[in-house]
C-alpha cells in the first residue's frame, strides 16, 4: 500500500511530467489537495516539503506553492558518453542497436521495480501500459565492440524515446536534451560477463568486465537506470583529482 503522502507526491509529479503545471505556476493549494485525497492538511505538507526538499517545488511565504524553474543541466550534472570520449580520441565511433521493447509493470524484475519506484499493488499500473522503455547497444571503437550498453527510461517521462534511432542518436546526449538531469549515482565493478555480454562484446563468457551501473534524476524522479558493460582489457576509466 503506497503511503497517502506518496500519493500525493506522485499526483503532483505527474501533473508537472504531463505539462499541466509548467515551471513557475501554482499549484493547488493545501487545502485543496486535503479535500482532494481524503487526507489531513499535515499529510499535504508532507508531501509538498519533501518535494520542495527535493527542488521541485517552491514554496513562499503567503503566496502558496509553486513549481520550481529547473536550472539543472547537462553543466551542472555531466553525464559523460563514450560517444564523445572515442570522438574526442580521434577514434572511430559507431553504435549497433542490438533490441528496443516497451515494459510493463507485469514483465520488471525486483530491481527496476525498486529503481523506479514501481509497486506491484500499483494500481496505475495496469499490465497492458508501458512503464518502461529498454534498449540495448553495442558501441564500437575502430570496428572493435567496447561496451554493452542496457538501459531503461521511464516511458511517461520520455515518452518519444523508444521511437529514436540510437545508430545515430546517442541515448544520453538524448535525455539530457528532453529531461535536463538534477542529480545522479553511479556504481563500478568488476564482474564475470554473462553469455548475452560476452556474445555482444566478443570475449569468452566469464571473461573479466568492469560494469558501470548509473541511474539519474529529474525533478526528484529516477528517469533512467543503465548498465554499461566494458572488456575488462579494453577499457580503463580515469581522471584527474
Same mark, same amino acid.
Given at each position: 500500500?503506497?503511503?497517502?503522502?506518496?500519493?500525493?507526491? =506522485? &499526483?503532483? $509529479?505527474?501533473?508537472? /511530467?504531463?505539462?499541466?503545471?509548467?515551471?513557475?505556476?501554482?499549484?493547488?493549494?493545501?487545502? &485543496? @489537495?486535503? &479535500?482532494?485525497?481524503?487526507?489531513? *492538511?499535515?499529510?499535504?505538507?508532507?508531501? @509538498?516539503?519533501? @518535494?520542495?526538499?527535493? *527542488?521541485?517545488?517552491?514554496?513562499?511565504?503567503?503566496?502558496?506553492?509553486? #513549481?520550481?524553474?529547473?536550472?539543472?543541466?547537462?553543466?551542472? +550534472?555531466?553525464?559523460?558518453?563514450?560517444?564523445?570520449? !572515442?570522438?574526442?580520441? =580521434?577514434?572511430?565511433?559507431?553504435?549497433?542497436?542490438?533490441?528496443?521493447?516497451?515494459?510493463? %509493470?507485469?514483465? $520488471?524484475?525486483?530491481? $527496476?521495480?525498486?529503481?523506479?519506484?514501481?509497486?506491484?499493488?500499483?494500481?496505475?499500473?495496469? /499490465?497492458? #501500459?508501458?512503464?518502461?522503455?529498454? +534498449?540495448?547497444?553495442?558501441?564500437?571503437?575502430?570496428?572493435?565492440?567496447?561496451?554493452?550498453?542496457?538501459?531503461?527510461?521511464?516511458?511517461?517521462?520520455?515518452?518519444?524515446?523508444?521511437?529514436?534511432?540510437?545508430?545515430?542518436?546517442?541515448?544520453?546526449?538524448?535525455?539530457? %536534451?528532453?529531461?535536463?538531469?538534477?542529480?545522479?549515482?553511479?556504481?563500478?565493478?568488476?564482474?564475470?560477463? !554473462?553469455?548475452?555480454?560476452?556474445? %555482444?562484446?566478443?570475449?569468452?563468457?566469464?571473461?573479466?568486465? $568492469?560494469?558501470?551501473?548509473?541511474?539519474?534524476?529529474?525533478?526528484?524522479?529516477? +528517469?533512467?537506470?543503465?548498465?554499461?558493460?566494458?572488456?575488462?582489457?579494453?577499457?580503463?576509466?580515469?581522471?584527474?583529482?
Amino acid at each position: 500500500m503506497i503511503p497517502a503522502y506518496q500519493r500525493i507526491k =506522485n &499526483a503532483i $509529479l505527474d501533473n508537472i /511530467h504531463s505539462g499541466k503545471w509548467q515551471a513557475g505556476n501554482a499549484i493547488s493549494t493545501e487545502m &485543496a @489537495l486535503a &479535500a482532494e485525497f481524503g487526507v489531513s *492538511r499535515m499529510t499535504v505538507n508532507r508531501a @509538498l516539503k519533501e @518535494l520542495s526538499e527535493e *527542488r521541485v517545488l517552491e514554496r513562499r511565504q503567503g503566496s502558496g506553492t509553486f #513549481v520550481a524553474q529547473q536550472q539543472f543541466n547537462h553543466t551542472f +550534472v555531466e553525464v559523460r558518453n563514450i560517444a564523445q570520449d !572515442l570522438k574526442s580520441a =580521434n577514434r572511430d565511433y559507431q553504435a549497433q542497436v542490438i533490441s528496443k521493447r516497451t515494459l510493463t %509493470a507485469a514483465m $520488471l524484475d525486483d530491481e $527496476l521495480r525498486r529503481k523506479f519506484g514501481i509497486d506491484k499493488d500499483d494500481d496505475r499500473n495496469e /499490465h497492458e #501500459v508501458a512503464v518502461l522503455y529498454e +534498449v540495448k547497444i553495442i558501441h564500437f571503437a575502430d570496428g572493435q565492440p567496447i561496451q554493452f550498453e542496457e538501459r531503461w527510461v521511464d516511458a511517461k517521462k520520455v515518452p518519444a524515446f523508444i521511437e529514436q534511432d540510437f545508430s545515430v542518436v546517442n541515448t544520453s546526449d538524448y535525455l539530457i %536534451a528532453k529531461s535536463p538531469l538534477e542529480r545522479g549515482n553511479y556504481t563500478i565493478r568488476a564482474l564475470a560477463a !554473462l553469455d548475452e555480454v560476452a556474445s %555482444a562484446l566478443q570475449i569468452a563468457p566469464q571473461s573479466p568486465t $568492469l560494469v558501470l551501473r548509473r541511474q539519474t534524476y529529474s525533478a526528484g524522479q529516477v +528517469v533512467t537506470f543503465v548498465k554499461m558493460w566494458h572488456a575488462g582489457d579494453r577499457y580503463q576509466f580515469s581522471g584527474e583529482l
